[in-house]
């Protein structure tokens, strides 16, 4: 297993449009959590999952965001009528245990809305 | 995060230590983290200490928590032109699973 893996590395997208981002988390991990980062800031949290639940979700910025983990392994994050403001770096980390080494992330992917 | 501060800049010379420090808000966090991002790069786990810890030493990284001040501090030895990058604190609290990160401290090692 070589960590969490995020798909695309780069997303650019016209205002408006719906774009989707994968997260394959550690094998062995059952949290999943999706983060947004902007520029020259530090990452902000989200959404979590723990399997396939859903336990987090106030953070989500909007309803037109919304992040689903349909058999507990891999996650999608779908952005709805993208605007300009989404633009930002979006990371997925996984863990194991509530805390310590288990919190890996991804490398992120980069959406850039015009 | 507006709960956990950092100073935004550090520039130290090739060889000398570096001190990145952080405050945070709430005594009830429990794993206090250090993650480093280098350009256009994920976030990387360098080491992280758990609440009833005072320091925590990991080769050229040592951390201190003080919680009486909420302050944490992250001292690289010898630090190195491969260390530039932007330096994040995290906290994890109690309640939940999330990490609050803070704004990022820019490390920038002069040879």
């Not at chain 2, 491969?82 to 990490?99: H, K, P, T, V, W």
Request: proline share 3%.
């Amino acid at each position: 297993d070589t960590g969490v893996s995020q798909d695309p590395r780069h997303k650019i997208t016209k205002r408006g449009q719906n774009v989707t981002f994968r997260c394959d988390p550690i094998s062995e991990h059952n949290r999943l959590y999706w983060y947004r980062q902007t520029l020259g800031q530090g990452p902000e949290f989200l959404t979590y999952f723990q399997n396939e639940a859903q336990l987090e979700k106030s953070r989500l910025l909007s309803d037109r965001f919304s992040a689903e983990r349909p058999k507990g392994s891999f996650s999608t994050l779908e952005i709805q009528r993208t605007e300009q403001g989404d633009s930002a770096m979006y990371l997925c980390a996984s863990s194991a245990r509530t805390g310590g080494y288990g919190y890996t992330f991804g490398s992120g992917t980069r959406l850039t809305v015009v | 995060g507006e709960d956990v501060e950092q100073s935004l800049f550090l520039s130290v010379r090739e060889g000398d230590s570096s001190v990145i420090n952080c405050t945070y808000t709430d005594s009830s966090s429990t794993y206090l983290y250090w993650y480093k991002q280098e350009p256009g790069a994920g976030l990387q786990l360098l080491t992280y200490i758990f609440s009833n810890m005072d320091m925590k030493q990991d080769q050229r990284l040592t951390v201190l928590l003080n919680k009486k001040d909420k302050h944490l501090s992250l001292r690289i030895a010898d630090t190195q032109t491969g260390d530039s990058a932007i330096y994040f604190c995290a906290e994890q609290r109690n309640a939940g699973n999330m990490l609050t990160f803070g704004g990022g401290t820019r490390l920038m090692v002069k040879p």
